[in-house]
C-alpha cells in the first residue's frame, strides 16, 4: 500500500522545457553542449538531482522533427527538457506549480513551461524513501500550503548538506 491511499499524498515525475539561450556558437551541436553545461551550472549544487535532456522540437505544419536549437547569426535558443520528482504531493498540478519554482528560481530569465506531470510509485522501491515520504506526510498534514512539495524536495537536499556542515564546525 502507498501513501497515497492513507493520506492522499503522491509523488510525480515533473518535466519542464527550458529555452536556454546561447551565444557565439557556430552549430545546433555546439550550441545544446553549451547550453546542457549552462543549465548544469545554474542547477548544481542545489538541484543535481535535475535531469537535463535534449528537448524534442517538430515543425508546427508537417510535424517534422528539428534540431532543439534554433541556430541565427551565431546565437541559439536550445530547447531542453528538465526532469524533477517531486514528492508529497496532492494534486498534479501542485507538483508543476513546486518543479517550475524550484528550477526557475535558478534559471533567472529562461522561460519554463510544464511539458508533461506522471505520477510515480516510489513509495515501495526502497525501505529508506517509504521512511522520508512517512515524515513528510506528516509535516505536510501540519502544514497545508502551497510549498509541501517544496519543503520535501529542499528536506531531502538539505540531509546530505548538514553532515558537512556540522563537520566543519568540528573541525574549528
Avoid: W
Amino acid at each position: 500500500m502507498s501513501l497515497r491511499g492513507e493520506g492522499g499524498h503522491m509523488n510525480c515525475r515533473v518535466v519542464v522545457e527550458a529555452a536556454v539561450p546561447v551565444y557565439d556558437v557556430e552549430t545546433a551541436d555546439e550550441a545544446v553542449r553549451i547550453a546542457i553545461s549552462k543549465t548544469g551550472e545554474m542547477l548544481n549544487p542545489d538541484l543535481n538531482y535535475v535531469e537535463i535532456n535534449m528537448g524534442e522540437r517538430s515543425c508546427p505544419h508537417c510535424g517534422e522533427e528539428l534540431e532543439p536549437a534554433f541556430l541565427a547569426a551565431d546565437e541559439s535558443l536550445v530547447a531542453l527538457e528538465l526532469e524533477i520528482t517531486v514528492f508529497n504531493v496532492e494534486r498534479e498540478e501542485h507538483a508543476a506549480r513546486i518543479a517550475r519554482k524550484e528550477i526557475g528560481q535558478r534559471l533567472e530569465n529562461i522561460p519554463l513551461e510544464v511539458l508533461e506531470i506522471e505520477q510515480t510509485d516510489e513509495d515501495g522501491d526502497d525501505d529508506e524513501s517509504d521512511e522520508d515520504s512517512g515524515d513528510e506526510a506528516e509535516t505536510s498534514s501540519d502544514d497545508e500550503g502551497s510549498t509541501d512539495g517544496g519543503e520535501s524536495v529542499d528536506d531531502t537536499d538539505d540531509d546530505d548538506v548538514l553532515p558537512e556542515f556540522e563537520e566543519l564546525i568540528d573541525e574549528s
